[in-house]
Structure formats: structure tokens, C-alpha cells
């Protein structure tokens, strides 16, 4: 199976309309946290359910670090973070990095293979899924290529991957440590294959994640 033959399609993804809503009640538990009380008063306080959009949070980024993390969070953990069973234990130790990351961030331009590890090292209660969206929004690069997102869900696509382009990662393993080795080649292939077929890397990621794990080879 080729990615070629879904080329039409994948230039045809929406990916800045690509949207989640998450509820109030999911992050009212931390309502008063130093840290998320400004974001939640202003976002969530008089709103039950919020949506956001790439394309809001992309136009967040430029405004409001500190708000746009936490945008990202509600968009990419819409029930909770990272899982809602496991948000008492995380999104406490998430709130502590809060203020390094919205310094950080904003400067930003590039991000090496060692950095992105030593911020993984150093930044408890981030795993790669939260800090490659929080790459990708702040448009972040790594050896010249955009970041992408990396979650479990395209680690498991990549690690079973039936597309021919895609095949250096068979089997590449589906742990998080198989995503931190391979992502820099992740984001290698998709540059190219984006530049070669005339699509953004955006649109190829979404693609992956939306149909990666649903396509079977005739």
C-alpha cells in the first residue's frame, strides 16, 4: 500500500479546522491552582463545554503562551490528562513546568534530539505526546524539519505500518522511547513526502492519525 494513491485525499484534509471539545467539569477540580486559575476563570468558568481548533490555537500561540499551553492540553486531552484515571497524578506535576515552558517556548526556534530528551528528563509529568503537540504549535523545528505531533496513536501506526514509504519504522516498537528514538526521522520522511507530493506535513500527520490504524491493503 502506497501513500501515493491517497494523495487527492490527504491535500484535502482541514487540518487547522481539526477540533475537540472538552467539558468544564473535567478541569474543575483544579480551578484553584495558582497556576491554571487565570486560564480557567477566563476559558472555562462560564463556559460548560469549550472547543478549540489548530488553527485557534496556532493564533493563541502568537498572543498567550501561558494560555495557549493550556489550550493545547484541553485540545489534545479532552478528557482529562493525560488519561482522565490518571490526571490526579499528572496534571499537578504538568502545572509546575507551566511557567519554564511559556518562557521557554516562545524562543524557541529549533530543538535538538539531546534537548528534546533533556526536557523530557526535566520536565515531570510531560511525556512526548504533550511535549510534540506543544512543539508543534509554538512551530518549533528539529534539523530543519516543522515539528509534528508524536502520540501513542501514530507511534502504533508507524510501528505497523502497511505504507510503503513509511516502512523504515516497522516494527519500530510502540513504546515511548521507540517514539523518542524514531522522531526524528518521523519527521525527516514526512518533510519529504509532504515537499514530493505537494501536501503539508500537517495534513500527512492528521492523515496518519486518522486513517493510519483503518486502511487495509487490497
Not at 529549533?110 to 508543534?136: A, H, Q, R, V, W
Not at 505500518?161 to 510502540?174: C, P, W
Not at 514530493?196 to 500527520?205: N, S, V
Amino acid at each position: 500500500m502506497e501513500l501515493a494513491a491517497y494523495t487527492n485525499l490527504i491535500k484535502q484534509i482541514p487540518y487547522r479546522e481539526h477540533s475537540f471539545e472538552t467539558k468544564r467539569k473535567v478541569w474543575e477540580p483544579y480551578r484553584n491552582r495558582q497556576q491554571f486559575i487565570q486560564f480557567y476563570n477566563d476559558t472555562l468558568l462560564n463556559n460548560e463545554v469549550v472547543t478549540f481548533s489548530r488553527g485557534e490555537l496556532f493564533s493563541i500561540v502568537k498572543e498567550d503562551p501561558c494560555k495557549a499551553i493550556f489550550a493545547t492540553i484541553l485540545w489534545g486531552y479532552p478528557n482529562g490528562y493525560t488519561l482522565g484515571f490518571n490526571m490526579a497524578t499528572l496534571f499537578p506535576k504538568f502545572l509546575k513546568q507551566v511557567k519554564f515552558l511559556s518562557k521557554q517556548l516562545p524562543i524557541q526556534k529549533s530543538i535538538t534530539e539531546d534537548e528534546l530528551k533533556n526536557m523530557l528528563k526535566s520536565c515531570n509529568g510531560i511525556g512526548l505526546s504533550t511535549l510534540t503537540k506543544l512543539l508543534y504549535f509554538f512551530n518549533i523545528k528539529m534539523d530543519g524539519n516543522r515539528c509534528l505531533i508524536m502520540d501513542a496513536r501514530i507511534i502504533r501506526i508507524l510501528n505497523n505500518t502497511e505504507f510503503k514509504e513509511l516502512r523504515s519504522f516497522f516494527g519500530m516498537g510502540t513504546n515511548e522511547q521507540s517514539g523518542i528514538r524514531h522522531y526524528a526521522d518521523y519527521l525527516r520522511v514526512c518533510s519529504q513526502l509532504s515537499k514530493k507530493y505537494g501536501y503539508k506535513p500537517d495534513q500527512l500527520e492528521l492523515f496518519l492519525f486518522l486513517f493510519g490504524n483503518n486502511l487495509k491493503n487490497q
